[in-house]
């Protein structure tokens, strides 16, 4: 996935108010939206390095859109997690995601499930079983590991259920990690932060549902999908 054009870089002073970042750069000082509603927690603390897109939408409010930071040590990451669902349909419909091949059709944001939930990917052929595919974007990493999420999420302990649920009428179910730091090389359950998450996941995996990674080549030109990572337990 290309930014088109390419991104423009200043320096994060802090983000407020969830949706809200103060980014400088030498002629000025201005705010901008981050379309990330999870903690951040590593992704945005202030001096980091800050990428901005633009849009030419006159009716938006803030101009100005975070896509990227960079951390102290040089990591790239990708804070707007819309990112992570159009990669993850790039990667299957470019074969990259070998797991995901040999459907006829692919469909985004199905409504799905007896908790009223909405797949990321519902992939379909006459010869197999229906495919949903729940994508997360995994940002944190701790002491040299990725987890996911960040803090306690209500909604993806939904998910979980709903994949649970899948995989019992007798269909597939796949749980998608898309890595968005370059400094993540496995992934694992946030059991310190979200322990029902952690043991809904163990459940999910023993129920049938699929649990994989990949994580990405980042950069202010573009994001290209990279390779399979390890998925440990927690």
Not at 176 to 188: A, D, N, Q, R, Y
Not at 204 to 224: D, F, K, L, R
Request: proline letters at 4%; glycine letters at 6%; a neutral charge.
């Amino acid at each position: 996935m290309k930014f088109t054009p390419k991104l423009e870089q200043a320096t994060l002073i802090k983000r407020y108010k969830r949706f809200l970042v103060d980014l400088e750069t030498p002629n000025k000082q201005f705010t901008v939206h981050c379309a990330n509603t999870g903690k951040m927690t590593g992704c945005a603390d202030p001096g980091f390095k800050a990428f901005y897109s633009t849009s030419d939408n006159p009716k938006r409010k803030y101009a100005h859109s975070l896509e990227l930071t960079q951390n102290l040590a040089g990591d790239l990451i990708c804070v707007n997690t819309a990112v992570a669902n159009k990669l993850a349909i790039e990667g299957i419909e470019q074969g990259v995601i070998s797991e995901l091949q040999g459907y006829a059709q692919l469909q985004p944001e199905v409504k799905y499930g007896q908790e009223n939930s909405r797949i990321d990917v519902l992939l379909k052929d006459e010869l197999k079983p229906l495919c949903y595919v729940e994508v997360k974007s995994v940002t944190l990493l701790e002491d040299g590991q990725g987890y996911f999420p960040d803090t306690q999420t209500v909604r993806g302990q939904k998910h979980l259920r709903e994949l649970i649920d899948i995989t019992q009428q007798g269909h597939r179910a796949v749980l998608l990690f898309m890595v968005m730091h370059t400094g993540i090389e496995s992934v694992k359950a946030a059991a310190h932060l979200d322990p029902k998450y952690a043991q809904l996941l163990s459940e999910a995996q023993t129920a049938g549902v699929e649990v994989i990674a990949y994580n990405c080549q980042i950069s202010p030109q573009e994001i290209i999908l990279n390779y399979k990572i390890p998925v440990l337990s927690s």
